[in-house]
Structure formats: structure tokens, C-alpha cells
């Protein structure tokens, strides 16, 4: 019998060479970007992983009551899918809570609104002006064996996953918490430079 928990997954093993260096140690208002995306999905799940590659796992503080994993060696390397998956095999849940760590405006209660969306779904993604956010979004845990098989044929984009899922879209007209830290000029706008 699967546990009805929700479980947290923070991707934090991305290469960032966009940005130059790892996004998640990249700060706002003197809090690194992880634990902006910590904070964002703690009160809405009993459980967080985060998943990251082998070059920063040893960076994040030994403090964090996270648990810190690489993405599992068969399919390292190989993107957000491959974080799902990892996490899914770490930690049994009904419910995974994905957040990535460049969204530094995120707030639990984009989470607490698309929770209440879960009935009779397997996933549950915010659309914003037309735009879909995969990477922020819930999973439920039946697919998994989707996920693995993308993995191993390599089909590695998110919307490969959500044309086989049965997927509540949820339409979000605020912006501002989807703003995601990609480049080093998004940080000068939205962070650095802001008024």
C-alpha cells in the first residue's frame, strides 16, 4: 500500500553554464536560490530530497534537514527527468513536489493551490500567460515507470512525460514567482539591479 505523503524534490544538479556558476548557491536578499526553493515547498510536504550532480553535492551545508542525493549513475547526466526518477526511487510517496533551484520568487502558496488540484491526476502543472512550468509542478508516483522509460530511450524533454500523463493544468496570471535565474543577465534584471 503506497503511503498518501508528499514528498519534496528540489533539482539542483543542473551544469548552470548559462549562468557561469552553480545557480544554487547564487543569492537574493543574502539567501542562497536552494533554500528559497526549500523554504518555498516546506510547509506543503512531509519530506524533502534534493537532488544534485557529483560536483556540488558536498558543497550544501551539512545542516539541511534534506536528504542529498546524485542522480542514480545509469542516467546522470541526463536532466529533470532523471532527478524525478532518482527521487522516486529514493523516497516512496505518493506525491512528488518538484521545484528547480533558479526560482527565487516561488511561494508555498503556488504549491498549496495546485495540491488542491491532485483528484484523479498524475500530474498537476501551473500554466502562466500560456507558458507551461513542468519543472514546477506535482508528480504522482504511477509514473514512474513512464519516466524510466523515457529515460532509457532517451526522450528527455518534460513535455514527453506530460503527453503521457493524464495532466490538470492549472492557468496562474502572477508572474512573478515563475521567474527562473537562467542567465546572468536574468540576475542583473530581476535581483541584482532591481528597483
Given amino acids: 500500500m503506497m503511503p498518501e505523503n508528499v514528498v519534496g524534490v528540489i533539482l539542483a544538479g543542473g551544469r548552470s553554464r548559462r549562468f557561469g556558476t552553480p545557480k544554487s548557491f547564487a543569492e537574493k536578499d543574502n539567501k542562497s536560490f536552494f533554500r528559497w526553493s526549500l523554504d518555498a515547498i516546506a510547509p506543503v510536504v512531509d519530506d524533502i530530497i534534493l537532488i544534485t550532480n557529483q560536483d556540488l553535492k558536498g558543497k550544501f551545508p551539512t545542516d539541511l534537514k534534506v536528504e542529498i542525493v546524485t542522480d542514480m549513475e545509469t542516467f546522470a547526466g541526463k536532466g529533470p527527468l532523471a532527478g524525478i526518477y532518482t527521487a522516486m526511487l529514493e523516497k516512496k510517496a505518493c506525491w512528488y513536489v518538484i521545484i528547480p533551484t533558479d526560482v527565487p520568487f516561488m511561494k508555498a502558496e503556488v504549491f498549496k493551490r495546485l495540491l488542491a488540484e491532485r483528484k484523479k491526476v498524475q500530474a498537476v502543472i501551473p500554466v502562466v500567460n ?13 509514473l514512474k515507470q513512464e519516466i524510466k522509460t523515457l529515460l532509457e530511450t532517451d526522450r528527455l524533454h518534460m513535455r514527453a512525460l506530460l503527453d503521457k500523463a493524464n495532466v490538470k493544468f492549472v492557468p496562474f496570471t502572477e508572474e512573478k514567482p515563475f521567474i527562473n535565474i537562467n542567465r546572468l543577465e536574468d540576475f542583473d534584471s530581476h535581483i541584482r539591479y532591481r528597483d
Fill in 130 to 142: 500560456e507558458r507551461l512550468q513542468p519543472l514546477i509542478g506535482l508528480y504522482h508516483h504511477t
